[in-house]
Structure formats: structure tokens, C-alpha cells
Antibody, heavy 122, light 108 residues
Framework: EVQLLESGGGLTQPGGSLRLSCEAS????????MSWVRQAPGKGLEWVSA????????YYAESVTGRFTISRDNPKNTVSLQMNSLRAEDTAVYYC???????????????WGRGTMVSVSS | EIVLTQSPATQSLSPGERATLSCGAS???????LAWYQQKPGLAPRLLIS???SRATGIPDRFSGSGSGTDFTLTISRLEPEDFAVYYC?????????FGQGTKVEIK
């Protein structure tokens, strides 16, 4: 079964840091780009960051550029999101998602994790 | 950045009726790289349609996508009880990839 399992969410103060992790199973992880997509409470979806299948190319939304870093460990089938200088507006459920394209970025997402909640509040 | 505008915000329909959801883009979507997702309360979104009209694996054929350029449509031919949810369009033809604000299909 294809599965993505996120962890690492929680409550932190403004200016704090969190590291999200996502463990993948059931597919050839090193053949697919991965992304993080977030959803603020009661709001819509926002793409946050993407990483290529090899890890050599990364992209970020303007809202998180310079604060968030995406990385992956192919032998361990994991992708991570290091989030620094967190703001209240970063409060959201963060979903780990698998890209539809094999060995390239497509930007559509065919597998979603259950999500992990990040709350930024003093 | 391409802005996607979905209409209507809410559609009230009865089971068995046809649902027509619209997604308009502020600029032409390259190669019609437009996807539709379904999200039920408390759950992650699910991919329905990619490349404007290609159904994802396991998606019933009552779901169909159409359109090109700046105007796209998701049609649900006969609503089943499990189809009442929020639907999002997403463009992935230009960076950054962006989503519409969603259309809620609710039971009338």
C-alpha cells in the first residue's frame, strides 16, 4: 500500500523552529519528487515546497523562502521540512505529498499523507 | 503567480443531480496542467483529475474534467452521497503551483 506518514508537528512560539518528517512506503521513493502542502484552519490549500527525486533541486513558495528548508534521504525513504523563524501565519496542517511525475516535477499530487498540525502562538 | 478563482463558492444539490464546478485562471495555464482534488472534512485531499481531463486511478467515471487556457470545469454527472465535499482546482503549469479557494458541494 502506498503511504505517507508525517510527524513532527506541534506548538511553538513565534520565532521558533520545528522539523517535520515524512516516511514513505509502498512506492519507489527515489523516483518521485515530493512536496509539502499546507492548509490553515478553515482555509484552502497552499503549496509550500518541493524537492526533486534526487534531492538536487528544490523550490519554495515566496511566503517561506529563506525560512524553510526541504530535504530528503532516499535510502531512508524520508523527506523533511525544517521550519525556522515561524510566524503565526504558518499555523496549518502540513501535508506531505507525492508528485505525479516519474523522475521529474509534474506539480500534481497523487498521494497525500494524513497531515501534521503546526501551531505557532505565544 | 497564477490566481485561480472557483465558482460558485457553494453549490447546493440533491443526490442524483449534476454538479458543474468552474475554475478560472488569471493567465493561461501552460499545457493545460490543471488538477482537481476532493476533500472531505478531517481528511486529506484526493486527486481526481490531472492534465485538465485525465481521471486519476480509481476515480469513478461520473467525474470528468474539461477546459483549456483559462477556463476549466469539473463535472459530476450524478451526485452520489459520498460526493458531497469541497473541491479544489490547482494549476501546475507555472511556478509557484497554486490552488483555487475551493467549491463546497452540499446536500440541498
Amino acid at each position: 500500500e502506498v503511504q505517507l506518514l508525517e510527524s513532527g508537528g506541534g506548538l511553538t512560539q513565534p520565532g521558533g523552529s520545528l522539523r517535520l518528517s515524512c516516511e514513505a512506503s509502498g512506492f519507489s521513493f527515489n523516483s518521485y519528487a515530493m512536496s509539502w502542502v499546507r492548509q490553515a484552519p478553515g482555509k484552502g490549500l497552499e503549496w509550500v515546497s518541493a524537492i526533486s527525486s534526487s534531492g538536487g533541486t528544490t523550490y519554495y513558495a515566496e511566503s517561506v523562502t529563506g525560512r524553510f528548508t526541504i530535504s530528503r534521504d532516499n535510502p531512508k525513504n524520508t523527506v523533511s521540512l525544517q521550519m525556522n523563524s515561524l510566524r503565526a501565519e504558518d499555523t496549518a496542517v502540513y501535508y506531505c505529498v507525492k508528485d505525479l511525475g516519474w523522475l521529474l516535477f509534474r506539480g500534481a499530487f497523487d498521494v497525500w499523507g494524513r497531515g501534521t498540525m503546526v501551531s505557532v502562538s505565544s | 503567480e497564477i490566481v485561480l478563482t472557483q465558482s460558485p463558492a457553494t453549490q447546493s444539490l440533491s443526490p442524483g443531480e449534476r454538479a458543474t464546478l468552474s475554475c478560472g485562471a488569471s493567465q493561461s495555464v501552460s499545457r493545460n496542467y490543471l488538477a482537481w482534488y476532493q476533500q472531505k472534512p478531517g481528511l486529506a485531499p484526493r486527486l481526481l483529475i490531472s492534465d485538465a481531463s485525465s481521471r486519476a486511478t480509481g476515480i469513478p467515471d461520473r467525474f470528468s474534467g474539461s477546459g483549456s487556457g483559462t477556463d476549466f470545469t469539473l463535472t459530476i454527472s450524478r451526485l452520489e452521497p459520498e460526493d458531497f465535499a469541497v473541491y479544489y482546482c490547482q494549476q501546475y503549469g507555472s511556478s509557484p503551483w497554486t490552488f483555487g479557494q475551493g467549491t463546497k458541494v452540499e446536500i440541498k
